[in-house]
C-alpha cells in the first residue's frame, strides 16, 4: 500500500510539470555556444561563425585584442542567426595586423539567463588588402613602369620581380603614398612579372599579392651600328646629300635597303629591336612608291587605303605607313620622317617587326619614298568562317575561306566588283537572310558588315535572320 502511494504521487508531480508553462519549466540557463569558424574577411572585416544552443533567444557576439582580460560586446543578434561580420569602425576598431579574440554568448530573455561561453574564443588577425589591377610599361631606355591600384590597410607596397620561372626577388618597397615603381634595372632579353603585396609597418604584417602579377617581355639593348664614314659615290651604296651622287642610274632596291638599314639604327638607339625585311611586303612598298607620284596621298589612286596593296602582292598586316618625296637621299629622307613626330612614332614603334621600304624615281626626276609596316609576319595567312547561325550554308553550319592575314575580304559594295568574294547564301526554313554580323545576335539597328578581315587566328561572322511571318 506504502508503495502504490509513492507512484501515485510521482505521477501527480509529472503531471503538474507539464502543465506549468513553458517560461517556468525553461528554469535552466542556455547552452554553451560552440564556435566553429573565424575568417579575416578583408583588411577591416572578421566573421565569426557558431552552432545554435539550446533555449536561446538571442546571441551576443564579443571581441577584444588578443591577451586582454576584458571582453567588449559587439553585437546582440536573434537565434536564427549564427554567424557575424565585424567591420571596422571608430567605436570598435579593427587594426591591421593586430590579433582579436571574439567569442559568443546564448541569451534567454524569458529566464533572463546567460549560457556559458568559449573563454578563449577563436582568434584571427586582418592584413592589408590583395593589389589589383597591375599595369606594366616599358619605356625607350629598358624601364618597367609598374603601376597598381589603391589598396586599404597599406602604410607602404612591396615589389617583387622574377624572370622567366625564376624565384621572385624583392625589388622594392614604395609608401602607400604611391601607386606605382620605375624598373630601371629589368633583367633584359627575357619576360619580367612584377608582383606588389600590401604591407602594414606597425605589426609588420603583408598581404597577398594578385595571383598572376603582370608581365612584360624586355629586349636586349641594341648597340648601334656605326654610322657609314665612306664617301659618297664610293661603289658601296653610300649616299649622300651631292646631287652628283645620282649622275649614275639608281637603284631601287639599294636605295630601299639603306632607308631598312638607316631606320634600325634609330631604333638600336631607343632600344627597340630592328625591323626585319620581307620580299612581299617590299613589293607592296614599291607599287606604293610608284602610286605616291600619281596621287600623293595615303589614299591609293584607286581610293582605297594602303593597307589592300598587300592582297595583290601577298603581304599580310599591312598598317602604319609613311610617304615622301622630293629627299635626295636615304639618309635625307630617315632624317626627315625623325624630325615629324607621327613619322617617328611609326618608324619607332615596337609592335612593327617588318618594314617594306619603297623607292621610284619620276620621269621629271623626283624621288618618292614609302615605308610600309607590318605586326605581323607578312606570310601570314589567315581565315574568316562564316557561321550559319541555325541555318546552313552548302548543307553545313558553317563556311571557311582561307586569305592573306590583315587583309579585307568585301561582302558587297567594294571598290570594284572584283573585289567582292561570292559566298554561297545561307538557308533557314522559315527564315530570310538579311546579311552577315560579327555576332549572332546584332542589334535591328545595325547594318550588315561590307567587308571584314582574314584574322591571323581565325575570323567569324554570323548569319542574321529575319522570320518570314
Do not use: C
Not at 54 to 73: L, Q
Not at 372 to 399: H, R
Not at 418 to 425: A, E, G, K, L, V
Amino acid at each position: 500500500m506504502k508503495r502504490k502511494r509513492i507512484t501515485f504521487l510521482a505521477m501527480l508531480m509529472l503531471a503538474v510539470i507539464l502543465l506549468m508553462p513553458a517560461s517556468i519549466q525553461a528554469s535552466a540557463k542556455p547552452g554553451t555556444v560552440k564556435l566553429t569558424k573565424i575568417t579575416a574577411v578583408d583588411y577591416n572585416k572578421i566573421n565569426i561563425k557558431w552552432k545554435k544552443s539550446s533555449d536561446a533567444t538571442s546571441y551576443i557576439v564579443y571581441y577584444k585584442e588578443a591577451g586582454n582580460s576584458k571582453w567588449i560586446k559587439l553585437k546582440t543578434l536573434s537565434s536564427t542567426k549564427s554567424t557575424y561580420t565585424h567591420t571596422s569602425s571608430r567605436k570598435y576598431p579593427i587594426n591591421v595586423g593586430q590579433k582579436y579574440q571574439y567569442t559568443v554568448k546564448a541569451y534567454n530573455k524569458d529566464t533572463k539567463k546567460y549560457g556559458s561561453y568559449n573563454k578563449k574564443g577563436l582568434i584571427t588577425n586582418t592584413i592589408p588588402a590583395t593589389v589589383y589591377g597591375l599595369g606594366a610599361g616599358l619605356t625607350g631606355n629598358n624601364t618597367v613602369n609598374v603601376s597598381w591600384n589603391p589598396a586599404g590597410g597599406t602604410t607602404h607596397y612591396v615589389v617583387y620581380r622574377k624572370a622567366n620561372d625564376s624565384a621572385p626577388i624583392k625589388i622594392a618597397t614604395v609608401s602607400s603614398k604611391y601607386t606605382k615603381y620605375e624598373d630601371k634595372n629589368p633583367v633584359e632579353g627575357t619576360t619580367n612579372t612584377y608582383f606588389v603585396f600590401g604591407y602594414s609597418s606597425k605589426f609588420k604584417v603583408q598581404g597577398d599579392g594578385s595571383n598572376t602579377g603582370v608581365s612584360i617581355k624586355v629586349k636586349k639593348k641594341v648597340t648601334p651600328t656605326p654610322e657609314p664614314t665612306s664617301k659618297p659615290g664610293d661603289g658601296n651604296n653610300n649616299y649622300g646629300d651631292n646631287d652628283d651622287d645620282f649622275d649614275e642610274p639608281v637603284d631601287p632596291i639599294a636605295m630601299a635597303s639603306e632607308v631598312l638599314r638607316l631606320t634600325n639604327i634609330e631604333r638600336a638607339k631607343e632600344g627597340v629591336q630592328p625591323l626585319k625585311y620581307n620580299k612581299a611586303l617590299q613589293d607592296a612598298a614599291m607599287i606604293r612608291a610608284k602610286e605616291i607620284s600619281v596621287k600623293f596621298s595615303h589614299r591609293r589612286p584607286d581610293g582605297t587605303d594602303n593597307t589592300t596593296v598587300g592582297k595583290e602582292v601577298g603581304a599580310a598586316g599591312i598598317g602604319d605607313e609613311n610617304i615622301a618625296m622630293g629627299q635626295d637621299s636615304p639618309a635625307s629622307v630617315v632624317n626627315d620622317w625623325l624630325h615629324s613626330p607621327g613619322h617617328k612614332a611609326q618608324m619607332m614603334r615596337d609592335s612593327n617587326q617588318y618594314m617594306g621600304v619603297g623607292f621610284y624615281k619620276s620621269e621629271n626626276g623626283v624621288y618618292y619614298w614609302v615605308q610600309e609596316f607590318t605586326s605581323i609576319d607578312p606570310n601570314a595567312s589567315g581565315s574568316i568562317t562564316f557561321d550559319a547561325n541555325d541555318g546552313t550554308i552548302n548543307g553545313s553550319k558553317t563556311y571557311t575561306i582561307v586569305g592573306t592575314a590583315g587583309t579585307y575580304a568585301w561582302l558587297y559594295d567594294a571598290p570594284s566588283q572584283s573585289d567582292i568574294i561570292n559566298i554561297p547564301s545561307p538557308l533557314k526554313e522559315g527564315y530570310t537572310f538579311s546579311g552577315w554580323y560579327d555576332t549572332p545576335n546584332p542589334s535591328s539597328s545595325r547594318l550588315p558588315l561590307r567587308r571584314v578581315v582574314y584574322g591571323k587566328n581565325g575570323n567569324t561572322l554570323y548569319a542574321k535572320w529575319i522570320p518570314n511571318n
